[in-house]
């Protein structure tokens, strides 16, 4: 991907990351996010989350990318490839569903290699009044906080 940018003389920074959490980039600071399948082999309330993370880290009006694994009418082929290595694929109707997404204003997607091993192609744009929720802690590291001991300071400043 990094390869893929420079080629085309786009400053681009890769990292592999849980698309779910995306803490190391700040809000509305990030001109693409894509995703070469990995949306499809989310749960739904993960799918919800990478939704939300890439609509958090995008700059208004930048797109998701996404080429995901679809579902469609029983393919002879389906069962060679793709799936078969342990990918899942999503129903037509959940890529649909991306259109509806909290965060983005525009989605558009069209499906490639009917037949054969169909994958989604699109793309969903952030929206410009997108303004994004606040992380809620995690209740056991707010509590482990809490119970943190800290260093008791001697007359001197120094920890006993």
């Known amino acids: 991907m990094e390869q893929a940018g420079i ?20 809000d509305g600071s990030v001109d693409a996010v894509v995703a070469l399948g990995v949306i499809s082999q989310l749960s739904a309330q993960q799918r919800q989350q990478c939704l939300d993370e890439a609509a958090r880290v995008l700059k208004p009006g930048m797109p998701l990318v996404f080429v995901e694994p679809v579902q469609e009418g029983g393919s002879p082929l389906r069962g060679l490839v ?22 983005f204003s525009y989605s558009q997607f069209d499906v490639a290699l009917q037949g054969q091993d169909p994958h989604a192609v699109g793309v969903a744009v952030k929206s410009e009044q997108y303004k994004p929720r606040r992380r809620q802690v995690d209740n056991e590291d ?3 906080k809490k119970t943190r001991s800290k260093p008791q300071k001697t007359a001197k400043g120094f920890s006993q």
Do not use: H, M, N
């Not at 080629?7 to 700040?26: E, G, H, N, S, Y």
């Not at 793709?82 to 965060?103: D, M, N, T, W, Y």
């Open 142 to 144: 707010a509590a482990a």
């Open 82 to 103: 793709g799936v078969s290595a342990g990918k899942q694929a999503l129903p037509v109707a959940e890529i649909e569903a991306l259109q509806q997404s909290r965060g």
């Open 7 to 26: 080629t085309a003389a786009v400053p681009t920074i890769v990292k592999q990351q849980p698309i779910t959490d995306l803490r190391f980039q700040p």
